[in-house]
């Protein structure tokens, strides 16, 4: 429970009492407000007590200026107790649009051909008439449906489609076979494709912001307002969409053009619920019962019709870190790493991936940042090595190389300054069927035992993940029990096996790998 309403909007912020009288300070100098905001004044204002425990009415008049500025509402407000009312969401109208919320109603006002302010109001009142524990509940309910039961559903709708060179990939680990939602073909499977100038060839080629999502605008603000209550991070980045692929073993080849994050999480990101939604209700999963779905994706033709759609996806990783050996663990190994998604995360809440795993997105440079490469480097700076200002979702980019060797992390830029301490590889690709996504499964390879004496204590997942999971490559029972477990997204098993698979070819005596077979079976 919170004790001000400074404090809960502080908390809603995502920062600390310390980041955000820093924030506080850095929005005075940009200003030219007088106030001033310690991090111990700031504590006691939330606590509810003023200046050294005078009365709130005795705030310094600079500081509440300052924080009346930030915040547009009266000082006496923010440091009032917050509504007590259980369970029910209070939107504020002043404050509850910050930024990128803002962003997202004037964005879904002009592609629904609304008034300025319908969405706004639209996703207030639909905020006004949800309940905190409703929403928590659907959450957990999608949450709590298996990787199995998402494939079988897709493959209950694609039936009717087959296509014998598309098949949904799968393994078999231990006698059993684990499918996956990914479609792909023996042309885009076992690539171990270099990532290199030479090899990592996807190209811009056209800049304009096609229209080509299908936007249902009642489920746009549904989504807006579900977003909202659960505190998921949202931000309207530009992306790119796939238009054409040819990958190889020689060279990951292709095209994209541009589009907005907004965009897809508003139009065929909500595939993702509305499959979850029936198959939690027990309703069919099969054409025209899932009216998102039949509008966006109705077939096989129409997933594998690239450029006529919004296809968006990313770099999907395997990340394996050499170690010495070690008298408890055994002998010489990799540390592979699997994340526990965040319910912060618009994409694969709660669930099982590999890290990194990003949106395929540019920083500042559009065409440079095509290559999967640049993707796979950033993501590695920001989930494993803390670099928040390369985190598309968590503020303006106000460096115009954010990736440049002299501002990348210290464990990054150590990997970087010897070519032989590490390699990255693109392992395989799909199409995955949930939303359309496409994949580049990736696999980092940190050759050069040192990282881990070095740098093993700096390797730290961002607020994306809720928890990271550490694996021996040599642990054969674990990584059968880690292959089989229902938590997983389908695209963080597919990189994962793919990556796995490729790493047993590599890694010699550091793997033993309880996948004997790779196949693909038809939907």
């Known amino acids: ?44 204002l939330v606590a509810g007590r003023g200046p050294k425990g005078q009365p709130l009415g005795s705030v310094r008049p600079a500081t509440a200026r300052l924080l009346e500025s930030i915040f547009d509402v009266s000082v ?109 073909r023996l042309e885009w499977l076992d ?37 909202a209550a659960l505190d998921v991070r949202i931000a309207n980045a530009p992306i790119y969409r796939l ?36 198959i939690t209700a027990s309703t069919d999963t099969v054409p025209g019962a899932l009216r998102m779905r039949d509008a966006c994706l109705p077939d096989l033709a129409s997933v594998l019709s690239l450029s006529e759609r919004l296809c968006a996806g990313g770099v999907v990783a395997l990340c394996a870190i050499a170690r010495p050996g070690d008298p408890y663990r055994g002998g010489r190994d990799y540390a592979l790493l ?82 032989q301490r590490m390699r990255m590889e693109c392992t395989g690709f799909g199409l995955n069927l949930v939303s359309g996504n496409y994949e580049f499964a990736c696999l980092v390879v940190i050759e050069d035992e040192d990282f881990w004496c070095r740098y093993g204590g700096d390797i730290e997942a961002n607020w994306e993940a809720s928890g990271l999971r550490l694996y021996s490559s040599l642990d054969h029972d674990l990584l059968t029990e880690l292959l089989a477990d229902e938590s997983w997204s389908n695209e963080g098993l597919f990189a994962f096996a793919q990556g796995l698979a490729r790493l047993s070819e590599i890694g010699g005596g550091r793997v033993d790998s309880p996948l004997r077979k790779r196949m693909a079976s038809a939907p």
């Not at 090899?199 to 977003?227: F, G, K, Q, S, Y």
């Not at 020689?250 to 994050?261: D, E, K, R, T």
Request: proline share 5%.
């Open 191 to 227: 690539l171990a494709c270099p990532l290199t100038p030479e090899t990592d060839r996807l190209a811009l080629v056209d800049i304009a912001h096609d229209d080509v999502c299908r936007l249902d605008p009642r489920c746009a603000v549904d989504r807006l307002a579900e977003t």
């Open 338 to 419: 699997v994340q526990e998604r965040s319910g912060e995360v618009l994409n694969a809440s709660r669930t099982l991936a590999v890290i990194p795993k990003g949106f395929h997105q540019p920083l500042t440079d559009v065409r440079a940042d095509a290559r999967i490469g640049a993707t796979l480097s950033r993501e590695m700076d920001e989930e494993l090595f803390g670099r928040v200002e390369v985190d598309s979702t968590c503020g303006d980019h106000r460096s115009a190389v954010p990736m440049h060797p002299a501002r990348l992390s210290e464990p990054l830029r150590w990997l970087t300054d010897d070519s």
């Open 243 to 278: 238009m054409s692929i040819d990958t190889g073993r020689l060279a990951i080849a292709g095209s994209v053009g541009m589009s907005s994050f907004l965009e897809y999480a508003l139009s065929a990101d909500v595939l993702e619920g509305e499959l979850l939604d029936a």
């Open 76 to 184: 006496g407000e923010l440091l009032a107790a917050p509504d007590p009312t259980p369970g029910v969401v209070q939107p504020d109208f002043r404050t509850m649009y910050g930024p990128d919320l803002t962003r997202a109603c004037a964005w879904l006002d002009e592609h629904a051909g609304w008034a300025g302010e319908t969405s706004r109001r639209e996703v207030g009142s639909r905020l006004a008439r949800l309940r905190q524990g409703e929403v928590l509940d659907r959450q957990m309910r999608r949450a709590k449906i298996g990787r199995s039961r998402v494939v079988e559903a897709l493959r209950d709708y694609y039936r009717t489609d087959a296509a014998s060179e598309y098949d949904l990939y799968r393994v078999r680990c231990s006698g059993r076979d684990i499918a996956t939602s990914v479609i792909s």
């Open 1 to 44: 429970m919170f004790r001000t309403v400074l404090e809960q909007k502080i908390r809603e912020r995502r920062q600390t009492f310390e980041e955000f009288a820093e924030y506080a300070e850095e929005f005075a100098r940009e200003h030219g407000h007088p106030g001033t905001l310690s991090p111990r004044h700031l504590q006691r």
